[in-house]
């Protein structure tokens, strides 16, 4: 039997993420974070994010129903398993974007099920690019600001990423060229990911 997939998208604020998901995924493939943000502008509440109060966000976290959670920029986000177990129970691979940080939460929370893989992968983005991207952005420039200010820091997490597993969000048509580059990664026979010089670090080795 064919193991069922969460792909885990990781990367830089403002990389492009969420366009490669929305090219190279159904629309119902996509894991709903739970948010505790206010919507952005053509944001859709249960369509880009589930968007809850931080004290309902608190709540869920104190009841152990997320699989994965962050604070990131001064909000909660999280997928909850009640999300996940009702995607994989339609589809055979879901996908998400996710800080590094929780990678190692959905290892964890998923490491006695051996039916499900976790495939990590990371988008690549130089700061020029990453420039462009936020100028075309219709949100508050003080919190573009403070996402440009996180790239550096999340770039240096592409070291724990084999080559193979990286994609190049540079590219002039970098989003179906992105599409691409992730489909042939998926089609690969192994997936190689390896936390090098991180405490607690894992190995993750996964055959499709």
Do not use: C
């Not at 893989?117 to 983005?125: L, V």
């Amino acid at each position: 039997m064919n193991k069922k997939k969460i792909i885990l998208i990781i990367g830089p604020s403002g990389s492009g993420k969420t366009t490669l998901i929305e090219k190279a995924f159904e629309n119902d493939q996509v894991l709903r974070s739970h948010a505790s943000r206010d919507m952005r502008p053509g944001e859709i509440n249960g369509e880009n994010y589930i968007f809850v109060s931080k004290t309902e966000f608190e709540k869920m976290l104190a009841n152990h129903e997320f699989v994965q959670s962050v604070e990131y920029n001064g909000n909660y986000y999280g997928v909850s398993a009640a999300e996940i177990n009702s995607k994989l129970e339609k589809f055979d691979t879901v996908v998400v974007a996710v800080v590094f940080e929780t990678i190692k939460q959905y290892e964890d929370y998923f490491k006695s099920n051996n039916d499900i893989e976790i495939i990590p992968i990371f988008t690549s983005i130089n700061k020029e690019q990453l420039l462009q991207h936020f100028s075309e952005r219709t949100e508050p420039q003080e919190q573009k600001d403070i996402r440009i200010s996180l790239f550096e820091k999340e770039m240096k997490n592409k070291k724990y990423f084999d080559q193979k597993h990286i994609i190049d969000m540079n590219k002039n048509d970098h989003a179906e060229d992105a599409r691409k580059q992730l489909l042939n990664i998926l089609k690969n026979s192994w997936f190689f990911f390896f936390a090098k010089g991180k405490r607690n670090a894992r190995k993750w080795i996964f055959k499709y």
